[in-house]
């Protein structure tokens, strides 16, 4: 069985909680991710990508609004292929739901950012 989550973003709205929530990168926002998002061209694309993929993550894994998570409990690592990392929460959840190879894929346009996660059940 698979689980799939995805999540589409306006980069514009990561970009306005960027200037105006000081703390919004480090509540959401592990330090690896705001490294590597603070070295890009446009951090801000970056950001969404990355939050993106963390709202993919969590809706795979059954994560709503009822059963909110900490945002650095999901973290996503690697280029150009990101995986993901998970920890509290998220990572309970995922070895109760037997969940094995975790996918994900995020893009992006001028305006928004995408990612889409695909959750495969552990082999036995």
Do not use: Q
Request: a positive charge; proline letters at 5%.
């Amino acid at each position: 069985m698979s689980r799939v989550g995805l999540d589409l973003i306006e980069i514009e709205r990561i970009r306005r909680a960027l200037e105006r929530y000081p703390s919004f990168r480090e509540r959401c926002f592990t330090p690896a991710e705001r490294e590597y998002c603070e070295s890009r061209p446009n951090p801000a694309e970056s950001y969404a990508g990355r939050f993106a993929g963390k709202e993919a993550v969590g809706k795979a894994l059954g994560f709503g609004v009822a059963m909110a998570f900490a945002w650095r409990d999901i973290e996503i690592v690697g280029r150009p292929k990101p995986s993901v990392r998970l920890a509290g929460r998220v990572a309970a959840r995922a070895e109760h739901l037997r969940a094995g190879a975790i996918d994900l894929s995020m893009t992006h346009s001028r305006e928004l950012a995408a990612a889409i996660c695909l959750v495969r059940e552990a082999d036995v």
